[in-house]
């Protein structure tokens, strides 16, 4: 497989010539794979993508987003995830096919401003995307506090195989939990890690384009390099699965909450 490294395209660039599969933001003409996007194209075992500079959040089937509840109606959730559509969770979904309006109380489950993480199950631009809970480790957000950055930056923020949400992880003692659609929920021990987290996504969400990012967010965060593995050693864990970026990764639902590790109170401010 041939390895692209941070190459810059507009739409139309041709990005590479040969038998490789088109996955996000291009298509293929006869034998050339050809950007659709302003980006940056990059290479992988299943095929070529680019990841855009800049853009709105435009929900796909089985992205696992980080939504905020806006407001019910007497069947479902309103809930914002960050994207020019707005997103509803049917109350069958959370009580059950049992579920009645008189019956249950759906404010009990599911306020305004409360956080969840959930699957997109359908959309198709003709109506608003639909959600679902229906999952390990999907549901309401007890702890933790929550930002916004462009969701054209999750795939930076994450790195090969995780490897940049890990270091920041790691180096902070937080927990970062991490939507497609750009709404990220960090947990934490301390303030002060938590501050020191922020500093670091924020590095990425503004040089995402820039070389060197890796060290640069080491750098900040004071991490030295690990001496190279030796052969054979396998003791390094890849964390390829922390969204499913729905182009056959087969891993969706590593998402994890972690409900017991934080005294941090989600910060309920306005997400728009």
């Not at 040969?18 to 291009?26: D, E, S």
């Not at 990059?42 to 407001?71: A, F, H, Q, T």
């Amino acid at each position: 497989m041939l390895e692209i490294k941070k190459k810059y395209v507009i739409p139309g660039d041709v990005i590479v010539e040969g038998n490789y599969k088109p996955l996000m933001n291009v298509i293929k003409k006869e034998n050339s794979i050809i950007s659709t996007r302003i980006g940056i194209a990059e290479s992988s075992k299943d095929g070529i993508r680019v990841i855009p500079l800049s853009g709105i959040y435009i929900p796909r089937i089985n992205d696992i987003v980080i939504g905020k509840i806006i407001d019910n109606s007497s069947l479902s959730w309103e809930v914002d995830i960050n994207s020019c559509f707005s997103a509803h969770l049917p109350a069958q979904d959370v009580f059950g096919r049992d579920f009645s309006p008189a019956r249950d109380d759906m404010k009990k489950r599911f306020a305004p401003g409360d956080l969840l993480t959930a699957r997109i199950i359908a959309f198709d631009r003709t109506r608003d995307p639909m959600l679902s809970i229906q999952e390990r480790d999907l549901g309401k957000i007890l702890h933790g506090e929550f930002l916004k950055i462009s969701s054209t930056r999750v795939p930076r923020l994450i790195g090969k195989r995780g490897s940049m949400i890990q270091t920041i992880e790691q180096a902070t003692q937080t927990k970062i939990l991490i939507g497609q659609n750009g709404i990220l929920v960090v947990s934490g021990q301390n303030h002060e890690g938590m501050n020191l987290a922020f500093q670091a996504i924020k590095m990425v969400e503004d040089e995402a384009h820039t070389s060197n990012l890796t060290q640069k967010v080491k750098d900040l965060l004071n991490v030295q390099d690990e001496s190279p593995q030796k052969e054979g050693d396998n003791t390094t864990v890849g964390k390829e699965g922390y969204i499913n970026n729905n182009e056959n990764n087969s891993e969706t639902n590593d998402i994890e909450t972690n409900n017991n590790t934080s005294e941090i109170t989600i910060s309920k401010g306005e997400s728009s």
